[in-house]
T-cell receptor, first 111, second 117 residues
């Protein structure tokens, strides 16, 4: 699976949009981009995933560049409960393999 | 939908004893379950993958005789830490994927915190 690179930490004001970037320049054509987050002392929570097209669900939007070398997770109206470590993971095989977690981005929502 | 539970949520045991952790998919059939562990201030590390009715596949460096995994049904997998030692103290988390939900997505349990004295 392709390596992903994320900034180690980010701050965002409560109520504003949080934009979390991820680089995956070596991603292959059959690898999906997945986003999970882990709130302190809990199991990871699935957020969203995509292959080529932008995706949106009730939690977030995922914007994937046309060359698929990077993506951005957008939390449209961040709340204090969105403070967590966010992981961007490239995964092939339709999700059959276990996930390789990097260090992620520690997003801190400021009141 | 796609709820995964774990039991117990935390356990303290004496060195040398065995501890069993259960992972259940509550509203879907988990054809594949994964076990991870997480040490303080580190990311999750995959330990093993198990498919229902098959033997688990362990990641390099994970002792299969120490970490026994059973995936006997489509809703239950167990991880038994045998002869636990203080260095096995960690946060153990399972995930599952399967039928009736998004096939490509893994859903995680809340984790089990193990402390070996």
């Amino acid at each position: 699976d392709a390596k992903t690179t994320q900034p180690p930490s980010m701050d965002c004001a409560e109520g504003r949009a949080a934009n979390l970037p991820c680089n995956h320049s070596t991603i292959s054509g059959n690898e999906y981009v997945y986003w999970y987050r882990q709130i302190h002392s809990q199991g990871p929570q699935y957020i969203i995933h995509g292959l080529k097209n932008n995706e949106t669900n009730e939690m977030a939007s995922l914007i994937i560049t046309e060359d698929r070398k990077s993506s951005t997770l957008i939390l449209p109206h961040a709340t204090l409960r969105d403070t967590a470590v966010y992981y961007c993971i490239a995964l092939s095989g339709g999700g059959a393999d276990g996930l390789t977690f990097g260090k992620g981005t520690h997003l801190i929502i400021q009141p | 939908g796609a709820v995964v539970s774990q039991h117990p949520s935390r356990v303290i045991c004496k060195s040398g004893t065995s501890v069993k952790i259960e992972c259940r998919s509550l509203d879907f059939q988990a054809t594949t379950m994964f076990w991870y562990r997480q040490f303080p201030k580190q990311s999750l590390m995959l330990m093993a993958t198990s498919n229902e009715g098959s033997k688990a596949t362990y990641e390099q460096g994970v002792e299969k005789d120490k970490f026994l995994i059973n995936h006997a049904s489509l809703t239950l997998s167990t991880l038994t830490v045998t002869s636990a030692h203080p260095e096995d103290s960690s946060f153990y988390i399972c995930s599952a994927r399967g039928r009736g939900i998004s096939r490509e997505t893994q859903y995680f349990g809340p984790g089990t915190r193990l402390l070996v004295l």
